[in-house]
């Protein structure tokens, strides 16, 4: 599942740049022979809650062979976990390492995020059946912002840079079934163009988000 997206794109080509490495660890490769990787929950009730055991093996090593003093942050998937926002996408981009370990099934076993100190983040108000689509949007949110990984001007003005939405954007044609854009966008005035983008900036903040600054 993790292949195909982190080979592509923005993904694909900062790593072959070398701007960041990525690897992927399998939980059924860290299972002893007749071990399973899920449980049913203690005091009963539906579904299989992974078993803190396997994931430990990887984390321990996976920490074993980290510097001590690097920058570093172990993340868990989970609906109960704070919103991901572009801030903490922004936070990861200047760590070191940043560790994702994807929940599935009822979720993990609650003692893993005592032990190892971890923070869980959700995508949405919503369950997913497992962590993997989480993990690649925090993952995919997170690279692009590696110096090196994308132009820094796309950066700049984009939603939520300046705690506001960015302005609507428009290409060619002009005009599409009877829909022009805006005659500001044909104008070759760039303080007008500016003006005009960060006021959409605004309005659209206003109308779609208010819980932002709106201050775009």
């Not at 960041?20 to 860290?30: F, S």
């Not at 692009?144 to 939520?160: D, K, Q, T, V, W």
């Not at 959409?200 to 932002?212: F, G, M, N, P, V």
């Amino acid at each position: 599942m993790f292949a195909p997206a982190i080979g592509l794109s923005i993904l694909g080509r900062a790593q072959e740049r070398g701007l960041v490495e990525i690897r992927i660890h399998h939980l059924l490769e860290a299972l002893e022979p007749g071990e399973r990787a899920d449980d049913r929950p203690f005091g009963g009730g539906p579904g299989m809650v992974l078993r803190i055991e396997p994931l430990a093996r990887i984390l321990d090593e996976i920490l074993a062979g980290a510097a001590p003093d690097e920058r570093r942050e172990l993340v868990v998937t989970s609906a109960a976990g704070a919103p991901f926002r572009q801030a903490d996408a922004e936070g990861f981009a200047t760590l070191d390492r940043l560790v994702i370990v994807c929940g599935h099934y009822e979720g993990i076993d609650e003692r893993l995020i005592e032990l190892y100190a971890a923070r869980e983040f959700s995508l949405g108000d919503f369950v997913l059946t497992g962590g993997e689509i989480a993990a690649l949007a925090f993952l995919d949110a997170t690279v692009r912002l590696i110096g090196g990984a994308i132009n820094p001007e796309s950066l700049e003005n984009e939603s939520f840079a300046a705690g506001a939405l960015d302005a609507p954007a428009y290409t060619r044609p002009a005009a599409f079934r009877g829909a022009a854009i805006p005659e500001v966008l044909l104008s070759g005035d760039h303080a007008k163009i500016a003006a005009w983008r960060r006021q959409q900036s605004r309005e659209r903040t206003i109308a779609r988000r208010k819980d932002l600054q709106g201050d775009g």
